[in-house]
T-cell receptor, first 116, second 112 residues
Framework: AQTVTQSQPEMSVQEAETVTLSCTYDTSESDYYLFWYKQPPSRQMILVIRQEAYKQQNATENRFSVNFQKAAKSFSLKISDSQLGDAAMYFCAYGRIYNQGGKLIFGQGTELSVKP | DGGITQSPKYLFRKEGQNVTLSCEQNLNHDAMYWYRQDPGQGLRLIYYSQIVNDFQKGDIAEGYSVSREKKESFPLTVTSAQKNPTAFYLC???????????FGEGSRLTVL
């Protein structure tokens, strides 16, 4: 069975600095998706970034980028120029491509605080 | 605006009572999901449905039931058989069998 592990329950970053959130996963599949979701205090989950496993190039969305290491089964999220609005719970998630109906497996979450 | 609407946002229930959480989407998505969120445990899948009149159990389906009579609606019933129902419940949808999930704002259920 696939698993997703986020080993950092809490992280803190100074405003305008860079922070990296870690995520590892376990799977025997070769094709899959990986996601980072943000859950602000309002509790609504928002997609931050996604990565298809067959793509070697790391995904980037403005200040958010990932370091995808397929062989190591690692998928970290880097937030550059951190802003107060980045404070939230961040979840890493894994999704199989076939047969699983699109359901995702989530990690335990990392709570990010941003200091002014 | 397209999106997912969950209601109620907050719900209190006495032990032994069933309660139904509503989830409606106007995104024209085929698949819908219910996740449960507990502190320190991330999100765990309760039920999911890929098509109308069909649904599958997720990892923690015991004590829950669902229906999918319409494409837009996927209500979740928390039955009295659910031993620890106090939690935050998230409904989501996706366009197909792969890809990102779109989430509602969630419903917090508290059992008194």
């Amino acid at each position: 069975a696939q698993t997703v592990t986020q080993s950092q329950p809490e992280m803190s970053v100074q405003e305008a600095e860079t922070v990296t959130l870690s995520c590892t996963y376990d799977t025997s599949e070769s094709d899959y998706y990986l996601f980072w979701y943000k859950q602000p205090p309002s509790r609504q989950m928002i997609l931050v970034i996604r990565q298809e496993a067959y793509k070697q190039q790391n995904a980037t969305e403005n200040r958010f980028s990932v370091n995808f290491q397929k062989a190591a089964k690692s998928f970290s999220l880097k937030i550059s120029d951190s802003q107060l609005g980045d404070a939230a719970m961040y979840f890493c998630a894994y999704g199989r491509i076939y047969n699983q109906g699109g359901k995702l497996i989530f990690g335990q979450g990392t709570e990010l605080s941003v200091k002014p | 605006d397209g999106g997912i609407t969950q209601s109620p946002k907050y719900l209190f229930r006495k032990e032994g009572q069933n309660v139904t959480l509503s989830c409606e989407q106007n995104l024209n998505h085929d698949a819908m999901y219910w996740y449960r969120q507990d502190p320190g445990q991330g999100l765990r899948l309760i039920y999911y449905s890929q098509i109308v009149n069909d649904f599958q159990k997720g990892d923690i389906a015991e004590g829950y039931s669902v229906s999918r009579e319409k494409k837009e609606s996927f209500p979740l019933t928390v039955t009295s058989a659910q031993k620890n129902p106090t939690a935050f419940y998230l409904c989501a949808s996706s366009l197909g069998a792969v890809g990102e999930l779109f989430f509602g704002e969630g419903s917090r259920l508290t059992v008194l």
